[in-house]
């Protein structure tokens, strides 16, 4: 069965490590890093480019200082030395997931559920009316977990099209309730349901993800990444 890689990894590394992490980066990632006015922001950018250059490199057999990056139209980055390996990478307070799977287009997001967001007011903005009627009509208790559930799913879907906001998101909707399975249950776009397998993806603490990639039957694999640079480990097998 084909897989997709999940990768769930911390951007506060220790500093040595932090160090090994800057000497894979380009200069022009250096120059975007320095441009950050906050230390942590530049510590959690270098993090991030770092760790997805190390493991981005190891899928596909090159040095993670080697690798580089092209962007799609709505700025979507690929690897310009291969077309056949996808990724995408999604950060929140100080965590990251990175997907990658071979030859199949595909989105990650990941929420810190613990921000203070206005739900109901970011939901009538921003998703369909069927998303909205459910989230209403759902005990207070369980509100915010189907509204990161919906805004994840939602997310990683217009991050896989690599559209960014120009596909409008009210134009689909998604399952969010306990026990709603993970699909792109409706679209205004003819054939887009069969086209996209949704998934859950089960993390730590309080981050939660979603990943959407093109195609059915994928098998799903969770790697934590030890925030020291060892070899990544299983944390537990995906929920959908
Ligand atoms: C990039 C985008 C698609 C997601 O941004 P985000 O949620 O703020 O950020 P994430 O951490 O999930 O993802 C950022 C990463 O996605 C990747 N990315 C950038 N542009 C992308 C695009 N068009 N499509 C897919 N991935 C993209 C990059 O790797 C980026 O990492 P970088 O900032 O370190 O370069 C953004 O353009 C966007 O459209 N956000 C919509 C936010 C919103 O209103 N959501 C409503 C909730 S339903």
Known sequence: MACVNVFFFSLDPPVRRLAVLERCLSKDELVRADRFHFPQHRRRFVAARGQLRELLGREIGLSPESLRFCYGPHGKPGVEQTEEISFNLSHSNEAALLATCRGAALGVDLEWIERRVEYLLVARRFFSEQEVRKLDHCPPEHQREAFFACWTRKEAYI???GEGLSRPLDSFAVGMLR???????WSRFPGEPERWSLHNLVLPGSYRGALAVEGQGWEVVI?????RGSPPYTTGAPRS
């Open 223 to 227: 790697r934590e990444i030890d925030p």
């Open 179 to 185: 026990g709603e399975p993970a699909t792109l249950l």
């Open 159 to 161: 991050k896989a099209l």
